[in-house]
């Protein structure tokens, strides 16, 4: 079954830290991930895409990183704000799926002024 | 360029009532994909559509609901009869389709609907 895994399930930082979120997947035969951003009962904004052929993608403050072999991505959030605050959500197009996206069930941050 | 537009943001029905979401895909996009989040849970995909065409509705329940992407207008998906455990917020993604960075697909607000 292709599964999509985020641990922790929440987490707490002071502003300014670096931190790092994790995103597993269980087949590594994907064709692309997407990390996305949902604010408390909003939707989603889409923050990075990844190909498989790429091993990061780089946006401000953001940078993904991809290793298929190992079924993992992270995103690495630099010098957090109060503002990163939201859950962030790792979403899977797995190769022979019609493009439908598997989602995890996401990370809380919450970033302490 | 106007993003994904859903309407409406929230709907409440009561139970055999029927329920109509609708989905404004980007310009440009010929690809929608509709997903349920239910309360406390992560999001699922329900099905994909490209104009006129279901492409993938195997996240789609086999009764009660149906979607629709029609030449003209937004892209529809219907629920009928609701029942509470329909009760969930509905969000419609799309996206241009043509592979690389164009298979970025951008969310709408979501419909949260409530059934009573």
């Known amino acids: 079954k292709q599964e999509v895994t985020q641990i922790p399930a929440a987490l707490s930082v002071p502003e300014g830290e670096n931190l790092v979120l994790n995103c597993s997947f269980t087949?590594?035969?994907?064709?692309?991930l997407q990390w996305f951003r949902q604010d408390h009962g909003k939707g989603l904004t889409s923050l990075l895409l990844?190909?498989?052929?790429?091993r990061e993608q780089t946006s401000g403050r953001l940078n993904a990183s991809l290793d298929k072999s190992s079924g993992r991505s992270t995103l690495y959030i630099a010098a957090s704000q109060p503002g990163d605050s939201a859950t962030y959500l790792c979403?899977?197009?797995?190769?022979?799926?019609?493009?439908?996206?598997?989602f995890g069930s996401g990370t809380q941050l919450t970033v302490l002024p | 360029n106007a993003g994904v537009m859903q309407n409406p943001r929230h709907l409440v029905r009561r139970r055999g009532q029927e329920a109509r979401l609708r989905c404004s895909p980007m310009?440009?996009?010929?690809?929608v994909y509709w997903y349920r989040q239910l309360p406390e849970e992560g999001l699922k995909f329900m099905v994909y559509?490209?104009?006129?065409?279901?492409?993938?509705e195997s996240g789609m329940p086999k009764e009660r609901f149906s979607a629709e992407f029609p030449k003209e207008g937004p892209s529809i998906l219907r629920i009928q009869q609701v029942v509470r455990g329909d009760s969930a917020a509905y969000f419609c993604?799309?996206?241009?389709?043509?592979?690389?960075?164009?298979?970025?697909?951008?969310f709408g607000p979501g419909t949260r609907l409530t059934v009573l």
């Open positions: 993604a799309s996206s241009a389709g043509t592979g690389g960075v164009s298979d970025t697909q951008y």
């Open positions: 087949d590594s035969a994907i064709y692309n």
């Open positions: 990844i190909q498989s052929s790429q």
């Open positions: 979403a899977v197009r797995f190769s022979g799926s019609a493009r439908q996206l598997t």
């Open positions: 310009k440009g996009h010929s690809h």
């Open positions: 559509l490209q104009k006129e065409n279901i492409i993938d």
